[in-house]
């Protein structure tokens, strides 16, 4: 019997252990899923709050991009700060260049190396960089930039690797100097219209889309020398065969949001008390001209006989290159070298001690303008060059070396830098061509108001007025740029540029001038010629592609009853355009032009049915 009840007392024990041991790991058991419940309740409860942050956040991008004036502002302000930051480093890598050019003074050797290989190694660092990373980067970008705006898809030239490649490159293309004269308006326009590429991202509607690129397109000449009007005619100009109308006072807008911000950045960097003009004159305003002496500012045709050699020569280097077979052959493989070596030639023959010494190659290309813009004649500091302040006395040693005159050196440089140029212009890297042409018609019209001075030194009429050369140059600066692209705003760029306003009429009367006898002949511009030879779709205008066709009738042109009948059924669209054999647009048919079509030849169109 006891042995029986211990062996029940036994079984109780073990009973009771199993009962505590199977409650503890229950309890265990919902202890873990309850911990592991709560912190997955925790983590949802964390991404919900995050997918809630995440749709007020988009909501509020949406309110402020469907509130498009904000946008358009805040375009003007990024493109802006991206303009000045750009200037102020090219502006220290061209001071280290000349302080350590001056710093060799006494060795011709060193000074030569320092004058050569510092642009040579700058041009294959930006065409490498340019291609390695994005090799739609390379050139103005202002042709593919309006090929964008006339609706041909081209995402890869809105990228963003195309964004900081354009922009690296063109920095160290810029830092180069002017041993490969080469400017900025054209890459940083496309730069423009690539950042408003990302910011229409934030719209929906296509038309919105539309409308910021062409905002941008003004907002990049804007925000290079903070002329708002002068980028506004740009877009209008030069960026599109056809302008909306609506798009004129969002241009404005975010133009001038660009322009207020390049100056104020302008001020706030330099010892300037308040915004100035970026290439500040001081033309005098009690007799700016005589009379008589818009007759000789109207002289455009040596502009237009310049324009018609430079867009010749340009052509046929850019033919050249790509037809020549060891040329094309470095091209193709060795982009970098190519530069290098086209570069180092240019600052070879822009040394000071060789061929340099003619053209005022120390100088910057903004010392170069501004030395040419200045309203003191030459004739008369030749007189007496000691009394000259330091900043005008220096620009004359330039123009005016020992043993050679002021003429002579205008003259070489006129001569020089049409080749020089062109040669540039080759080079395959991110690069502006339009401040070279703007100078070098500043240089053209300083030759021409140094002459005129010269030979009426003694004043003019009785009022004994003294004529302005520069003057002369700004209006030579207008009227080739104007030649060379076939548009009216270099003229207004001037003025907003100089902040002159008393040499309007005849900057206007030179450009108008220039570009009726550039455009007499129907012959492309600048960028038109880029495109054709790049094979960019482009609309010119119809009477200057086609000068004899003025309408083509539906019965004369070569479209099929099947292809007719197909447009009519399966495309909704109201309008077709019509091309011939080449990308040339030379007008539209619209729907009910096609039903007439069809209606007229329904015998043909039923036989098409029954096939």
Not at 510 to 527: C, E, I, Q
Request: charged letters at 10%.
């Amino acid at each position: 019997m006891n042995v029986h009840g211990n062996h029940g007392k036994n079984r109780g024990h073990e009973s009771e252990v199993r009962w505590i041991i199977s409650s503890v790991i229950d309890d265990l058991t919902l202890s873990s899923l309850n911990a592991v419940n709560s912190y997955l309740s925790s983590v949802i409860y964390v991404l919900f709050i995050w997918a809630e942050c995440v749709l007020y956040v988009k909501k509020v991008l949406v309110f402020f991009a469907s509130m498009e004036w904000y946008c358009y502002a805040l375009l003007g302000i990024i493109t802006a700060l991206m303009s000045f930051f750009m200037d102020m480093t090219v502006a220290k890598l061209l001071n280290a260049h000349q302080w350590l050019y001056r710093c060799l003074k006494g060795h011709h050797l060193l000074q030569f190396l320092c004058w050569t290989l510092y642009p040579a190694c700058l041009c294959a660092l930006s065409t490498s960089f340019a291609h390695s990373i994005c090799p739609f980067s390379a050139g103005s970008g202002v042709p593919e930039a309006r090929a964008i705006l006339l609706g041909m898809d081209m995402p890869d030239y809105l990228s963003l690797s195309n964004l900081f490649a354009k922009l690296f490159g063109l920095i160290c293309t810029l830092a180069s100097g002017s041993t490969v004269f080469l400017g900025k308006v054209g890459p940083f326009v496309h730069l423009s219209v690539m950042v408003g590429a990302f910011m229409s991202r934030l719209h929906v509607s296509c038309r919105a889309k539309g409308e910021m690129l062409v905002v941008a397109s003004a907002v990049g000449v804007a925000s290079c020398f903070g002329a708002p009007v002068s980028g506004v005619l740009f877009s209008i100009e030069v960026m599109g065969t056809h302008y909306s109308v609506r798009n004129y006072c969002p241009c404005f807008f975010a133009a001038a949001c660009g322009a207020i911000t390049f100056r104020l950045l302008s001020v706030c960097s330099t010892d300037q008390e308040t915004i100035q003009a970026l290439f500040k004159t001081s033309f005098s305003s009690d007799l700016p001209y005589q009379p008589f002496e818009i007759f000789i500012f109207g002289l455009g045709l040596c502009y237009y006989i310049l324009s018609c050699i430079y867009l010749f020569c340009h052509r046929w280097a850019l033919r050249f290159v790509k037809t020549n077979k060891p040329i094309s052959r470095l091209l193709a493989t060795e982009k970098s070298l190519y530069s290098a070596i086209v570069a180092f030639l240019l600052a070879c023959f822009t040394f000071y001690h060789s061929a340099g010494h003619f053209i005022a190659s120390e100088l910057t290309m903004k010392q170069l303008l501004t030395s040419l813009l200045d309203d003191t004649s030459w004739y008369s500091v030749s007189q007496n060059a000691s009394a000259l302040p330091e900043p005008q006395k220096t620009f004359w040693q330039a123009w005016n070396p020992p043993g050679k005159s002021y003429f002579q050196t205008l003259g070489f440089f006129i001569t020089a830098k049409v080749g020089l140029l062109v040669v540039a212009c080759t080079l395959p890297l991110p690069a502006g061509y339009f401040m070279p042409v703007f100078v070098y018609g500043a240089a053209v019209g300083r030759l021409v108001g140094e002459g005129s001075a010269y030979f009426l030194s003694d004043g003019i009429s009785s009022a004994k007025s003294l004529i302005n050369p520069g003057g002369y140059a700004l209006a030579g600066a207008a009227a080739f740029s104007g030649a060379v692209t076939h548009t009216l705003s270099p003229a207004l760029l001037a003025l907003e540029m100089t902040g002159q306003c008393s040499h309007a009429v005849p900057a206007l009367v030179a450009t108008l001038v220039s570009n009726a006898v550039a455009r007499a002949k129907h012959r492309p511009s600048f960028y038109d010629g880029i495109s054709l030879i790049k094979k960019l779709p482009h609309l010119p205008s119809l009477i200057r592609a086609c000068p004899n066709t003025m309408m083509v009738l539906l019965n004369e042109m070569s479209l099929s009853q099947s292809d007719s009948l197909r447009l009519w059924l399966y495309h909704v669209f109201y309008f077709f355009p019509c091309l011939p054999d080449s990308p040339t647009l030379l007008g539209t048919i619209n729907k009910s032009q096609l039903r007439e079509h069809l209606h007229q030849h329904r015998n043909e169109v039923i036989e098409v049915i029954m096939c």
